[in-house]
């Protein structure tokens, strides 16, 4: 069984920044792609941006040019670099990583739990 954890949240003033962790626990896998995704009140959940296991990203226009996702393979662990917040980024923030078990030759969405971000002053 697989397990995504994040970390790094919090409340911050707009123009501030933050950083948050996805570190993937678990054994007998493999990462495919993994993406951050996020939830505002009443809203649904939206994907803003994406990085491939040889590294490619694609970002939502929302946080193109803000933020920046990254990963080390060697540790298991993606990055969210969240620069000039702004209070419209207020959200609860997730983690998503599609998983390929030893074995098996489909990928499973595997999700962490959240971590609130508030962009407020």
């Known amino acids: 069984q697989v397990h995504l954890v994040e970390s790094g949240g919090g409340l911050v003033q707009p123009g501030g920044s933050l950083r948050l962790s996805c570190a993937v626990s678990g054994s007998m896998f493999s990462i495919n792609s993994m993406g951050w995704y996020r939830q505002a009140p009443g809203a649904e959940r939206e994907l803003i941006t994406t990085i491939t296991s040889d590294g490619s990203t694609g970002y939502a226009d929302s946080v193109k040019g803000r933020f920046t996702i990254s990963r080390d393979n060697a540790k298991n662990t993606m990055y969210l670099q969240m620069n000039s917040l702004k209070p419209e980024d207020t959200a609860v923030y997730y983690c998503?990583?599609?998983?390929?078990?030893?074995?098996?030759?489909?990928?499973?969405?595997?999700w962490g739990q959240g971590t609130q971000v508030t962009v407020s002053s």
């Open positions: 998503n990583a599609k998983i390929i078990y030893t074995g098996e030759n489909f990928s499973t969405n595997v």
